[in-house]
């Protein structure tokens, strides 16, 4: 996506998506398992800055990685 913010200033970023699900399962009536994926098909997120006046073009670009993410927790009741 290509965002012009300025007439000297363009913003160039990649798609992103997360995906989630979990799964739970009932040991008991008083402890429940559940276990937690956030972020399924993580996608390394890009963006480039392009600054341009009379004089120079300065570019900045940029990686930010993500990963998945899983979480196990178990739920008690007293």
């Given at each position: 996506?290509?965002?012009?913010q ?5 913003v160039?970023t ?15 009536r008083d402890l429940?398992?559940?276990l937690g994926?956030?972020?399924l ?5 890009f963006?480039?800055?392009v600054?341009?006046n009379?004089?120079f073009?300065t570019t900045?670009?940029s ?14 009741r007293?």
């Open positions: 996506m290509l965002i012009q300025t007439e000297t200033t363009q160039r990649s798609k992103r998506r997360v995906w989630d699900a979990y799964a739970q399962w009932t040991q008991t429940t398992w559940r994926l956030s972020n098909a993580p996608l390394d997120a963006s480039e800055t600054i341009r009379a004089a073009i900045t670009d990686v930010n990685k993500t990963f998945l993410n899983w979480t196990l927790r178990a739920e008690m007293f």
